[in-house]
């Protein structure tokens, strides 16, 4: 093992918080204030550090090496179509950014109508949601800078390919939704941020609005806020027919909403409500005629879909259209004024296609195990599936509703051997019993022997199904001889709503116990032994392999912590923390504090105890989970950790929470984490 230079020393403080009558030391408290200058000196000690390890591996240019030329390759969005154009978004390669294209037929590439790269040098602005007006005369997109949940948004005029002078700030998770004669759009925005960083700023006292075209964001029209609840979100959204216009209030991640609709000409009119409290959960797809179609779980623990006739007095006469069938419903949509359903069936996709009364119609059959969306309008026989999984690259199938066969549209072209590998589903047992199914790809004719460096993947939350899906990254690690496994674990909905639910609040321990015999399996299958297998989650994935780390510091060769939540007693002050209490609870409340305390990873690191070789990863401006929880863990494991492995802390710069990386940060930083988790799971002796 390469010697490492020494760590950081890092100051501790005397803080000390009393949650319900139990103190709780939090020494590094300071490190949660990104202005301060001691913070970022301290940044540079551990950027110091971390170079001063990952640089010295031979075999990290050869990764790099590899990433570039593996993500070399063209990549295009499926078409979408709008009044006699098609749009796609293509990236030639290495382009730090797609670009958007408009052709006029499926078989032209077409022009150039917006290119992000131009923005900025290091290819840090992205464009973030977007929507054509009805007949195409407009885009109305968004721009994030370093990655950041903040976005701006732009009204492009397609015919002259520049932008109108309409700027609208201080918009975070918004859509828009377009007004029949294309002269404006509904959005959502918040007040301005009176902050010094993004990092500091709150999504509170949602505003729902609607913006008339060249007019400034001051005059736009509020069409709904309620400064009693600033915690609660609006969205304001229409039908594809432009008839009605819905409004969900939302409050939190759990699928949890109130629903109201009114008459699009009559904005002026009251609300009718369809719900009223946060007890259940609707999804409007879309109406057909006067008939609104709605996802729920209501009574349905995978879903089902609704019908309801609206009208100016309410909506009436519900009626199951789709029913729940025992398999997760995880994606819906109306296409052709039929409705398309994805299915979750034993952690994979399933496609079904059922007219506008629940009749069945058929099945849409995928080239292999593995996740699937749909792309189409309402009112068109065609749309498009983009078909995934390991080693089976993002490809486009065209279909229509016309009987024809279903064709190829795009297939990507990369330097790769994917007939030399395989992909197995095993199911294996966690520690109370519960079947878990994990998928496990390698190289054809692979004989385990315990020796193969291995790396475990997890998420476990959210309601986030785990499917085969296509990284060029992963081709990397696999051609390089190692084994790649994802875990499905609890807390996902690849088992309906129960399967989630044993995953969150409570019983938040189970994902983490699914996780560790994950491991155990691979362990006792012979793919790796203790010392090559290493884990790697990010987000509330990087929770997981933080809990994972301090819960079972004897079971892994390396570890990754990724963006992570990790002070699971202060997540809720920071950003978007408030959201996820629904799914982790929170520390306030004393009973949910005794949980969250028991696992909570930065609370759980023992002093004095030998941890495995840890990567823990954030960037800058990542205003998402913010940079604070990883910076605390870092020093905490640094001081506590009695070993001699290296525990090291990766900062990006100029990123966010992972959405709009540019492609030049993407290979550095898988770059770096391929190396750390081959330098140390023995991949050097492997042949």
């Keep these: 093992m390469k010697k490492l230079p020494s760590r950081p020393a890092t100051r501790r403080d005397h803080v000390i918080d009393d949650y319900h009558g139990t103190k709780v030391a939090d020494p590094y408290r300071w490190l949660e204030d990104d202005t301060a200058p001691d913070v970022k000196e301290w940044i540079k000690e551990q950027d110091d550090h971390f170079n001063g390890y990952i640089n010295g591996f031979p075999i990290r240019n050869e990764f790099k090496s590899r990433l570039t030329c593996l993500w070399n390759y063209a990549r295009v969005s499926a078409p979408e179509y709008v009044e006699g154009a098609y749009y796609t978004w293509r990236n030639d390669g290495l382009q730090n950014q797609p670009v958007l294209y408009r052709a006029r037929s499926l078989d032209d590439t077409g022009e150039v109508l917006l290119d992000p790269n131009l923005l900025s040098e290091d290819g840090t602005v992205a464009v973030g949601e977007h929507e054509f007006s009805p007949k195409g005369n407009f885009l109305a997109y968004s721009l994030s800078e370093s990655g950041s949940d903040w976005q701006t948004v732009y009204v492009l005029d397609v015919k002259t390919g520049k932008n109108l002078p309409d700027v609208l700030r201080h918009v975070k998770f918004s859509g828009f939704s377009w007004l029949p004669d294309e002269s404006g759009f509904f959005y959502t925005r918040y007040p301005a941020q009176n902050v010094q960083t993004v990092l500091q700023a709150e999504a509170l006292n949602s505003m729902a609005c609607l913006h008339h075209l060249g007019k400034s964001q001051d005059e736009d029209r509020l069409i709904h806020s309620d400064p009693a609840h600033p915690e609660w979100d609006h969205a304001v959204f229409t039908d594809a027919d432009k008839k009605w216009v819905f409004m969900t209030v939302r409050y939190s991640t759990l699928f949890k909403n109130r629903l109201y609709f009114k008459r699009l000409d009559k904005l002026d009119a009251p609300w009718n409500e369809i719900a009223g409290d946060f007890e259940e959960g609707y999804n409007v797809l879309g109406t057909i005629g006067d008939v609104a179609y709605m996802f729920t779980q209501k009574d349905a623990p995978f879903g089902k879909i609704i019908g309801m006739k609206l009208s100016d007095g309410g909506a009436a006469d519900e009626k199951t259209v789709v029913p729940d069938c025992g398999a997760t419903l995880e994606e819906c949509s109306i296409i052709n004024n039929h409705i398309m359903c ?346």
């Design 342 to 687: 994805v299915y979750v069936e034993h952690a994979a996709h399933k496609v079904k296609v059922f007219d506008a009364d629940g009749a069945f119609v058929r099945d849409i059959e995928l080239p292999a195990p593995g996740s699937a969306y749909l792309v189409g309008r309402q009112h068109r026989e065609e749309f498009f599936v983009v078909f995934a999984s390991y080693v089976y690259p993002r490809t486009i199938l065209r279909h229509d509703f016309s009987g024809s066969k279903p064709s190829v549209w795009f297939a990507p072209k990369i330097d790769f051997d994917f007939e030399g590998f395989e992909t197995r589903q095993v199911f294996y047992a966690s520690k109370d019993g519960t079947r878990i199914p994990m998928f496990v790809t390698h190289k054809k004719g692979l004989e385990p022997d315990g020796k193969t460096p291995t790396l475990l993947y997890g998420y476990g939350g959210f309601e986030a199904s785990i499917t085969p899906g296509f990284s060029a990254a992963e081709l990397a690690w696999l051609e390089k001889g190692g084994v790649y496994a994802e875990a499905c674990l609890r807390g996902g909905s690849e088992y309906g709503e129960a399967w989630h639910r044993a995953g969150m609040l409570e019983s938040k321990q189970n994902v983490f116990d699914d996780f560790i015999a994950a491991a155990e399996y691979l362990i006792d299958a012979r793919y790796a032994s203790r010392g090559s297998i290493g884990i790697l989650g990010h987000s509330n994935g990087g929770l997981l392999t933080g809990a994972c780390l301090v819960q079972r510091p004897d079971l892994f060769g390396a570890v990754i912590v990724g963006v992570p939540v990790l002070d699971m007693l202060r997540f809720h002050h920071f950003t978007a923390g408030r959201y996820w209490t629904g799914e982790y609870g929170c520390a306030d409340d004393p009973e949910q504090f005794a949980f969250l305390y028991r696992y909570s990873p930065l609370h759980n690191v023992r002093m004095n105890a030998a941890y495995p070789p840890t990567l823990v990863m954030t960037a800058d401006t990542d205003d998402r989970v913010v940079p604070g929880h990883a910076r605390k863990f870092a020093a905490t494991l640094q001081a506590a950790d009695a070993g001699e492995s290296p525990i090291v802390a990766r900062i990006e710069k100029s990123a966010g929470h992972g959405a709009g990386k540019p492609m030049s940060k993407a290979i550095e930083e898988w770059t770096d984490m391929f190396t750390f988790l081959w330098a140390n799971l023995g991949g050097a002796k492997t042949p």
